[in-house]
């Protein structure tokens, strides 16, 4: 076997260390031999350098050792040419080097940041500064903050439910509150406590979690949805206040094991907030409406106003009373001492639902409002759906469910109406607003006696007590009787309106209400032009009736234009001034004529004509 050309260079170069190591033996040459010498170690330190810098794997090694470093270098060895040795070959042909320009179109890298939306502020300031809705009662009030609270608690614990009760127990019942949920399938209605989850926490008085609900037993657990909604896992703690349990928070998910032993204590810290808020509602609440009916009980007391009328009777005590109890419908039923009829006087229905209108009979046999009359004791009913009795009349048609109140206005064990009140939700009125308002409405019962009193006695009357002329009722009556004459003897009638014009401009220059003034000066003056043959009454506040015994509307129009200067020549004097005032008056013919308020509504006529004139004029029809 021939010797190969890489082992002959080897072989070349290692005899070079025997000459070098001969050249001493053979020569005396000092010189020669330090050369010789210093060649020798060179050439030796020169052999053993390249030989540790190119040191290559032993390739005495076996042929698995080989392919090891080849993976490892990342270089395929071949066996060479010759069967001597090995070569190393590279996968890459090519050198690829980066230089200064590809870094220079490199992006230099930002650090991170959070994505932070333009709209931020506004979101933010949105949710934070959520007002609830105007016109709104407290426990509405107390509803929109509690749902904003069991909001954050279902968002906080990713309950699919989160849910809060009222608890009654005088009737041993649990109320839906309020809730915010992923389902619409939770039912707004009153719980009577039996054997489920949310009726043991009221019952022994302390939290109850469940890590794994079957869907078996969920509806017999969980009450308040519909539809079985695959709850596994449920956690409900009572809350306090004061003393005893006013209520259960609850919370649900369809995850097994959803809620801990952690969770109970940290809705402890929710329930303290809620009945927190229960107690500043409350305290705040009872301060106001204490203050509210205060001032409507001043406010009635205070007033020196006198009743001219029976609608602004009403509208004082309407006004008086909505500030007293809290309803979406009010009745004033009124005792009329004319007709010895109590009815519905004023209606005030707030909703959008049927309800009953004005002048209706009350039926005092077989309905509330006239068990109330008859026993002149007040009824308060829970809830109105259950009623067998009708409200106010037997023929009444209403859709109005929840609760109804009425108190009677006795005086002097008379009643002279009944005030009554309705809510759309169920058990509102307690005992102690039954018992405030006894109290209260006695000053209305004294002055709804005092307008009846006034009115009897009024109608008993045939004078004005302001003009001493005829009132109303006994100018009718006695041109009745004067049209019966004129109509049997076939002679001329006419009857003239006299109305005071408005004088609010002048009004503004006194101190005091000119009016009554105005009223006696005038009141004079018709006074003066009465004879036998006239009739004279005051038909209004403003407005007075002249009837004419046998004579023509010719005769009537003349004398009516020398009242209407006459009046307005005449000086009044009101407080330090002197000022005058003016009259419009229509004429109307009562020649063949029965009919009193035909001839009136004639005149009526004509005087509406004269004021459309601008007053002070008169006018015939």
Not at 32 to 52: E, P, T
Not at 121 to 141: L, R
Not at 345 to 369: D, P
Not at 545 to 564: H, P, Q
Request: with cysteine; glycine share 4%; proline share 3%.
């Amino acid at each position: 076997m021939g010797i190969g050309s890489r082992n002959r260079k080897r072989v070349l170069i290692f005899l070079l260390v025997p000459i070098l190591v001969s050249i001493p033996f053979f020569t005396d040459d000092i010189i020669l031999k330090i050369i010789s010498s210093l060649l020798l170690l060179l050439y030796v330190g020169f052999i053993i350098f390249l030989r540790d810098s190119l040191r290559l794997p032993n390739f005495s090694s076996t042929e698995k050792e080989i392919e090891e470093y080849s993976q490892q270098s990342g270089n395929e060895i071949h066996e060479s040419d010759d069967g001597e040795g090995f070569e190393f070959v590279s996968p890459n042909k090519s050198l690829e080097v980066l230089s200064a320009s590809d870094f220079s179109s490199i992006t230099p890298r930002k650090p991170k940041t959070s994505f932070i939306p333009s709209d931020l502020k506004e979101n933010f300031e949105k949710i934070a500064s959520e007002k609830p809705p105007a016109n709104i009662s407290h426990d509405e009030q107390f509803a929109f903050i509690l749902e904003k609270i069991l909001t954050v608690i279902k968002e906080a614990y990713l309950a699919h439910t989160s849910i809060f009760f009222w608890y009654n127990k005088r009737k041993n019942l649990l109320t839906l509150e309020k809730y915010v949920s992923s389902s619409s399938a939770v039912i707004n209605q009153k719980y009577v406590l039996e054997d489920d989850i949310l009726s043991k926490i009221v019952q022994k008085e302390e939290p109850q979690l469940l890590t794994n609900i079957t869907t078996n037993a969920e509806s017999d657990v969980i009450r308040y949805y519909n539809t079985p909604q695959g709850i596994k896992s449920f956690i409900g703690v009572p809350l306090y206040y004061g003393v005893q349990i006013a209520g259960v928070l609850g919370l649900d998910s369809k995850e097994s094991d959803a809620f801990g032993i952690e969770t109970i204590y940290s809705l402890g810290r929710f329930v303290r907030v809620i009945s927190s808020i229960i107690t500043l509602f409350d305290e705040k609440f009872s301060e106001s409406q204490s203050e509210q009916r205060l001032k409507s009980l001043l406010g009635i007391l205070a007033s020196d106003k006198k009743f001219e009328t029976e609608n602004e009777l009403y509208e004082a005590i309407e006004n008086s009373v909505k500030n007293l109890i809290s309803c979406d419908a009010f009745t004033f039923v009124y005792f009329n001492p004319h007709e010895q009829k109590f009815k519905t006087s004023k209606i005030n229905n707030k909703t959008s639902l049927k309800y009953i209108g004005e002048n209706l009979e009350i039926e005092l046999a077989g309905t509330l409002v006239g068990k109330s009359i008859l026993s002149g004791m007040p009824i308060k009913i829970d809830d109105t759906s259950t009623l067998e009795l009708p409200r106010f009349s037997k023929s009444e048609d209403l859709t109005f469910d929840g609760s109804f109140l009425a108190i009677p206005l006795t005086y002097d064990d008379q009643n002279y109406g009944v005030l009554c009140f309705e809510s759309l939700k169920k058990n509102v009125y307690t005992n102690a607003d039954v018992a405030f308002m006894k109290r209260a409405t006695k000053i209305f019962a004294y002055i709804v006696y005092a307008h009846s009193t006034h009115s009897v006695l009024k109608g008993l009357l045939s004078l004005d007590l302001d003009t001493r002329l005829m009132n109303e009722q006994a100018f009718k009556e006695s041109v009745k009787k004067d049209l019966f004459k004129a109509n049997k003897l076939e002679v001329p009638g006419a009857l003239a309106l006299i109305k005071i014009d408005e004088f609010l401009e002048e009004g503004s220059l006194f101190e005091g209400d000119p009016f009554p003034k105005v009223l006696k000066t005038i009141s004079q003056i018709l006074t003066e032009e009465q004879t036998e043959l006239v009739t004279i009454g005051r038909i209004k506040d403003k407005v007075f009736g002249v009837y004419f015994f046998n004579s023509t509307t010719k005769d009537i129009f003349l004398w009516a234009e020398k009242l209407r200067i006459k009046i307005a020549r005449k000086p009044i004097a009101v407080v330090s001034k002197q000022t005058t005032f003016t009259v419009s008056i229509g004429v109307a013919t009562a020649s063949n004529r029965v009919d009193i308020d035909e001839i009136i509504y004639n005149a009526d006529l004509a005087l509406k004509k004269a004021i459309e004139k601008g007053g002070n004029t008169v006018k015939t029809l």
